[in-house]
């Protein structure tokens, strides 16, 4: 039996990840989980799965959780605030724990975890994002398996299963182009919210689906892959695959390239972490050859999606760059959910901030920390 933990139980990935617990629970049990305000879910969570610990973000619904859960004898403690979601990060029965949250708040609950030695299904992209370096030398120093739970990074993890590291010539990432494909700038000037919240493949929550449309979700997977597989900027390439079949490639140094494919459904990267490293059956749509008409590929447009080269321009600083551009996105993207802003400003912010920033090289958790809260308050002030 092994014991999970999930920070983000009540997302898109989270809910996922529960229904492939429901699918085997002889095999998985679930010890923790986690919400920001959405409580009645969480309670349904905790009636199916009887967690142990339970953390609420908010600690008004927190206290409105804990009183309902009073009333019908339930014995889960209930916990808030980052102290709680390290709390339920590295409960001593974790085996394994599915970092689902969405943004910054992940970092520190993630690297609580590996240092008690526990193994992380990563799902939470912008723990790498930020602090990449000092995350994977805690995983190196305790001995913890980072296992990708997004779907390209997935797919990467399983192409390189039985190869050398050294073999690796690079790897195409591949986006779906979301709902904006196509379109150029002028075109994009006019774009909505509710446009952009309509992504022609993938089922997600609301700020990976606006990365997506900025291609800033790309730009995101580009950096998290360089600390995964402890790459080189110049051995990461993307290329747009609107099918969404093919969930990205490994070309080797003899030319040789190995692609993972799969329907667009996030279970199976879950189950894949849960049970790594072995794989077991399961009832998921399979691919239909007889039904695929096209595999097509194009260049992604800079141009009209500059999220995507300002990640580049980030790993290519180094140092606390990369965390100056996710704190700004996160920020602009919460700006244009909140229509604030317009769609075209979300790139205009992330650029500005990044321009106004003094690298640091070798960041302690306390410098990342630092400019995060610096980078965000400046994303806030630009008109």
């Not at 967690?51 to 009073?70: F, H, Y």
């Not at 849960?274 to 039904?291: K, S, V």
């Not at 999220?307 to 990369?322: F, N, P, R």
Request: net charge negative; with cysteine.
């Amino acid at each position: 039996m092994k014991n999970i933990s999930i920070l983000g139980s009540t997302g898109s990935i989270g809910t996922q990840a529960l229904e492939v617990v429901s699918e085997s629970r002889d095999a998985l049990n679930i010890v923790g989980l986690t919400t920001n305000t959405s409580i009645d879910l969480l309670e349904k969570q905790i009636e199916k799965y009887s967690p142990e610990i339970v953390c609420v973000m908010d600690g008004n619904a927190a206290l409105t959780l804990e009183k309902r859960l009073k009333t019908r004898g339930s014995l889960v403690e209930v916990v808030t605030g980052l102290e709680g979601l390290i709390a339920v990060a590295t409960i001593s029965k974790n085996d394994l724990l599915l970092t689902a949250v969405s943004g910054m708040i992940g970092l520190q609950p993630t690297l609580a975890a590996i240092n008690q030695g526990i193994d992380i299904a990563l799902a939470n992209k912008e723990t790498l994002v930020a602090g990449g370096k000092i995350v994977m030398d805690a995983a190196a120093s305790n001995g913890v398996s980072l296992l990708p739970v997004d779907s390209e990074h997935c797919a990467i993890f399983q192409c390189l299963m039985g190869n050398k590291h050294k073999e690796i010539e690079r790897i195409i990432i591949t986006a779906s182009g979301g709902p904006f494909r196509g379109r150029n700038l002028e075109q994009l000037q006019s774009v909505t919210l509710e446009q952009a919240l309509k992504h022609p493949n993938w089922s997600m929550g609301k700020k990976i689906t606006i990365d997506s449309a900025t291609l800033m979700n790309k730009g995101l997977e580009v950096i998290e892959a360089k600390w995964l597989f402890n790459l080189r900027q110049d051995q990461i390439d993307v290329v747009v695959h609107p099918q969404s079949i093919i969930h990205s490639m490994v070309e080797f140094i003899d030319h040789s390239t190995m692609a993972q494919m799969g329907m667009p459904d996030m279970a199976l990267p879950i189950q894949i972490a849960f049970f790594y490293p072995d794989r077991i059956a399961n009832n998921r749509q399979a691919l239909d050859f007889n039904r695929i008409r096209e595999l097509t590929f194009e260049e992604p447009d800079l141009i009209s999606f500059p999220c995507l080269q300002l990640a580049y321009d980030a790993l290519e600083a180094s140092g606390t760059m990369s965390c100056v551009l996710n704190a700004a996105n996160e920020v602009s993207v919460a700006r244009f959910l909140n229509k604030e802003i317009h769609f075209c400003d979300i790139p205009r912010i992330n650029r500005m901030v990044m321009e106004k920033h003094d690298v640091i090289s070798t960041p302690t958790l306390d410098d990342i920390l630092s400019v995060d809260k610096w980078a965000r308050q400046i994303a806030i002030a630009i008109k």
